[in-house]
T-cell receptor
Framework: GAVVSQHPSRVICKSGTSVKIECRSL??????MFWYRQFPKQSLMLMAT?????????EQGVEKDKFLINHASLTLSTLTVTSAHPEDSSFYIC???????????FGAGTRLSVL | GESVGLHLPTLSVQEGDNSIINCAYS??????FIWYKQESGKGPQFIID?????DKRQGQRVTVLLNKTVKHLSLQIAATQPGDSAVYFC??????????????FGQGTILTVHP
């Protein structure tokens, strides 16, 4: 089946630094990808929709200048957490839709810890 | 706003028992529902899906039931095994157009299977 690769799987950074997370569709093209955030023992919350060749669309309450999204090609979307703070510590997960019915393929997630 | 929710946040069963995980949804326009399994530190894994024109769908050891009258979904796992221990999420996908692929996840149920 389709595979979505996410990198890195875990990152620890100092407060104030920026962190980039990559999401790749390995054997299919994705004009759209989705970024979710998940806090411990909570559900996944959609942050934004990444669109190849155009600007990302953000969900209400998500700061676009804080969470920069770039969909550089049909197989790669990146999420950059700028000037990260401890409250940004979370599990970030990307997904890409397959063809046909509305199945989403999820990456393995990135655990971000901001010290 | 409309959302997808779960009745039971935790469920403990003995190995070999059948498990039933429930989910209530409120968006009557949703026409596609998915169950995901998420193991600790990993991304969601597709289990089974169902369209709104169906009321039951079976997979390998899993069955999803949809009751549109009361807006209720359930996931039944037969002969539950320790490897089934995980968090289970239902998700709904609203009708197409700009909302395509934008999943709304339920609260999640932690399933623990005791040997």
């Amino acid at each position: 089946g389709a595979v979505v690769s996410q990198h890195p799987s875990r990152v620890i950074c100092k407060s104030g630094t920026s962190v980039k997370i990559e999401c790749r569709s390995l054997d299919f093209q994705a004009t759209t990808m989705f970024w979710y955030r998940q806090f411990p023992k909570q559900s996944l919350m959609l942050m934004a929709t990444s669109n190849e060749g155009s600007k990302a669309t953000y969900e209400q309450g998500v700061e676009k200048d804080k969470f920069l999204i770039n969909h550089a090609s049909l197989t790669l979307s990146t999420l950059t957490v700028t000037s990260a703070h401890p409250e940004d510590s979370s599990f970030y997960i990307c997904s890409a839709p397959g063809t046909g019915i509305n199945i989403q393929y999820f990456g393995a997630g990135t655990r971000l810890s901001v010290l | 706003g409309e959302s997808v929710g779960l009745h039971l946040p935790t469920l403990s069963v003995q190995e070999g028992d059948n498990s039933i995980i429930n989910c209530a949804y409120s968006n009557s326009a949703s026409d596609y529902f998915i169950w995901y399994k998420q193991e600790s530190g990993k991304g969601p894994q597709f289990i089974i899906d169902i369209r709104s024109n169906m009321d039951k769908r079976q997979g390998q050891r899993v069955t999803v039931l949809l009751n549109k009258t009361v807006k209720h979904l359930s996931l039944q796992i037969a002969a539950t095994q320790p490897g089934d221990s995980a968090v289970y999420f239902c998700a709904e996908n609203p009708p197409g157009g700009t909302s395509y692929g934008k999943l709304t996840f339920g609260q999640g149920t932690i399933l623990t299977v005791h040997p």
